[in-house]
């Protein structure tokens, strides 16, 4: 973490579609495998990586305030979606965000922010 | 007692009593009652009617006992059960070895199809103060008081 960046909370990934996801933040080295929920009757965030942390301004693999670079790459088709993910300056430290994945068709995934469980942003991906 | 419980892996998530006799349920702890249970904080629970349609009943099955954890909630009302079953969790996972505790939880709606599914909460109250029970038409969604996803399980 670079100097005079800190951490503010963390940011959970839930991928509720039933394609397995890679997630790159930020153009970071790693490249997290996010659980496709929908292929199980249960799940647990035992099945879910440590989460992400959310900083006070974006570095490579952490989410930080401001405008973020979010590289989605579906299992299914390998073709790598890049999306903004704007955090507004009203989350502050202490806050917990939440990224779903979702799907909206056969043809798109829906991705959205959550702030302590209110929505703060989301955008329509194409697969 | 220790070992009636593990016996008969009787237990009770609340503090009310319960009439036990031959053939009949005994209970044999409240979590109350196990000292290790008193110094652990147990999050609140709400559950969220998150269909158009009214629930009629949230059930849970411990033992072969079927427990009414609340009755009716109407359609997107969140409500507070009357029995907080995290207290089955907690308690269980005292008594028994066994880290994966899945109870068969019934929800019933109004003139609609219900569901049982097996909810494992083992994890889910992890870090958590609050959980709130999320009921669709099909399964159930628990997030913490942060939004974190704690648990999910749902009906195909």
């Known amino acids: 973490m670079q100097q005079g960046n800190i951490v503010l909370g963390n940011v959970y990934v839930f991928n509720a579609t039933a394609t397995q996801i890679y997630l790159t933040v930020n153009n970071g080295p790693d490249r997290l495998p996010i659980f496709p929920a929908a292929t199980v009757s249960t799940w647990l965030p035992g099945t879910l990586r440590v989460p992400l942390q959310l900083c006070a301004f974006p570095e490579p693999s952490l989410f930080g305030i401001g405008e973020n670079n979010a590289a989605i790459t579906p299992a299914s088709s390998g073709q790598i979606v890049n999306t903004p993910i704007v955090i507004p300056t009203s989350v502050g430290k202490g806050d917990a965000l939440q990224l779903y994945f979702a799907t909206k068709s056969t043809q798109e995934n829906v991705w959205f922010m959550l702030c302590n469980g209110k929505p703060i942003a989301g955008d329509v991906i194409m697969n | ?156």
């Not at chain 2, 969220?48 to 009629?56: D, E």
């Not at chain 2, 994890?123 to 103060?129: I, L, R, V, W």
Request: aromatic fraction near 8%; charge should be negative.
């Open chain 2, 1 to 156: 007692m220790t070992d009636e419980i593990h016996s008969r892996g009787l237990l009770n998530a609340t503090s009310m009593s319960t009439s036990g006799g031959t053939g009949s349920v005994a209970i044999a702890a409240r979590p109350e009652d196990i000292p290790e249970f008193q110094s652990r904080s147990m999050p609140d629970i709400q559950m969220a009617n998150a269909t158009p349609f009214s629930i009629t009943s949230v059930e849970v099955e411990v033992n072969g006992t079927q427990m009414q954890l609340i009755g009716e909630i109407p359609p997107m009302v969140k409500a507070t059960p009357d029995i907080n079953m995290l207290g089955l969790y907690c308690a269980d996972q005292y008594v028994n070895v066994s880290s994966v505790i899945a109870y068969p939880v019934s929800v019933s709606f109004e003139g609609h199809k219900g569901f049982t599914l097996g909810l494992n909460l083992s994890t889910a109250t992890d870090g958590s103060n609050h959980l709130i029970f999320y009921i669709y038409r099909r399964g159930i969604f628990v997030a913490n008081e942060l939004g974190d996803p704690r648990a999910m399980a749902w009906v195909s």
